[in-house]
Structure formats: C-alpha cells, structure tokens
C-alpha cells in the first residue's frame, strides 16, 4: 500500500488541498497533520489542460502560470465539493517556513484572491502560517485543530507525526527522489546509460518546485532529460551540499523559493563543481522573483570556468515542440565538450 492511501482515513471531514505551489514541499506535513486529527486530505486532480484552462479564465492575464494553475486546482476542487466529495478546501496564507525568509507576495494573497475570483467556494480552512513569530507552526495547527473540533490531546500527537512526515519527506529529497515520487512513497528507477565509457552527461536542473514538478506545466522537462540519457539533479537534492553552498558574493534574496534556487544555481555553476556538466534553470515568465534569480545566475555563468547555462522560461503559450529543440540542442552542445570529467 502506498504512503498516500496508508495514510488516507475515511472518517473525519475530507479536506481538499491544491496540487499546486506549495503542495510538493508541504503537502506530507499537512496529510499526517489532519490524519492525525482524524481527517482526510483529498488532492485536486494532476494538471491537465483544462484545469489550467479554468485557471486562466478566474485569474488576470498579467499572472505567472503558477498562480494560474492554483486557481485551476481550486476549480477542479470546487468541482469535487459540488459533486459532495470533499467538505472543506484547506488554503492557508503562507509568510514564512524558515528564517527570515518570507514567501513571494503572491503566495500571501491566495485566500484572498480565491475568494474574490469564485462566487461559490467550500468552506475555506485558512490559516495564517509564519514560523518568525514564537511557536507560529505550533499556534497555526491549534487553530486548524480548534476549526476542526479536535482535541489537544489529538495536537500534541498530531503535529509530532507532521514533522516526522516533513524530515521524512525532505530527506528523500536529498536522496534525489521527486517529490511526486515521495508522497506516494514509491521511487521510479531510473537507469541512465553510461555513453561510451564515459560517465552520463549531469545536469541540474534548477526551478521552483510547483513548476519543476508539475509535469503538464514543466512539459515533462525532467523525463525528456533523462530519455536523452541524462542523469538529473535538481535544487532540493544539491541543497544536501549546504556547506558548500555559500558563495563569497552572494547577495540574500528574501523571497523563500528564489534563495534556494539562486543558492544551489551558484554551487551548480562553480568551476569547481566537476560533478555537474551544466545548469538549466526552468523559469516562469511574468514572475518577478524569478526574473532576478535568473540574471543573477546569467551574470554567474558569464564568469571565467562556469558551467554552461540554460534558462528555459515557461508559461502557458511555450510549446513542446521548442522545449525539446532547446533542451536536444543543450544536450547535444554538452556531449561534444571533449573535458567532460570521467566517473
Ligand atoms: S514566485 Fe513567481 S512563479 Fe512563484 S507565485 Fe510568485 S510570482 Fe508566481
């Protein structure tokens, strides 16, 4: 049996929960918090066309594809609820998981911008979640628990297995499993060939999760790599090297995703790094943040010695047929490089 439907009880209210955005880092956390109380944690649908169909119809044009997935998500819960197969859509405003660092402003206004773009909405379970203040995880899920008429004794448990589910969680993902891979608890093998005695060409793929992971948005980026014979890094796998991740110059970023992209992109990029052949950094376009993640790691791979750089900007008009132009003609300019280091 999988994590997901070992995990998944059947009494309780069923609360729905977007696949989208925060659902790749945080969704194990959530699942063993409400199961714990007692609830289950039901996922909107993967992504299709027309989810991110009816995403774009409730959101302005000028929005990033994420937020327009989201709304989309939303949607095909919304749908869930009218056909009486959730109670209640979980959709908490996210500050700040760590440090100091905050989420991008869009991710602060999704309970808002979910209840204006919808005239009819299940019940909305919001919670403001910011770990800068005393205890602010802690306080957040006693009043999730409040809302949902558990009891304490029911919390303290609760919010022990939630923190295992998250260590558990992001120690997979130091182990290069996808998140997808780790929520249901089954890792794909993945066997790259080695070409000709020398050792598969090695890539890191670098990105936020929501865009990197969503296969329909990121057009399966990672899977065509790796049918190219690619073995494929990405940002929560080499954040495993943290102590060689501080880089002289580096200027902080405050926005949570985009420190660790531009963190890892500068170790990936490091001529001393003769573990990786290059960098792709999959970008959204219209994204603020990202729009400075991506020239900070330009201006890093303009440097004597760094690794070649690709910046592949994705939004809901980029076509396949391109990505995979791009990414063959990467990969094709990588084989040639006679100094590839032998494993
Ligand atoms: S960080 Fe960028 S891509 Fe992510 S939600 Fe904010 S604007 Fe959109």
New binding site residues.
Partial sequence: MSVESAATVKSGPRIGIPRA?WYYTFYPFWRAFFNGLGASLIPSSPTTKAILDAGILETVSEA?V??KVFLGHVNDLREKWQRGEIDMLFLPRYVSWQGGLIF?P??LGLPDMVRYAFEALPPLLTVRIDRRTFMGLWRACDELRSRLGATRSALVSAYRSALRAQAAHERRLRENWRPTESIVGVRRPRRIPTENARRPLRLAVLG?PYLVYDEYVSLGVLDKLESMGVEVVTAETLQAQKKQLRHPEQKDLF?H??EMVKTVGYYALSPTNGDIDGVIHVT?FA????AMVNKLLELEARKEGAKPFLSLGLDEETGEAGCLTRLEAFVDMLRRNPHRVVR
């Avoid at 994204?287 to 990202?290: A, R």
């Fill in positions: 955005l990033c994420p937020i991008c869009k991710f936020y926005w995703y985009s959204a994204c603020g943040p990202d």
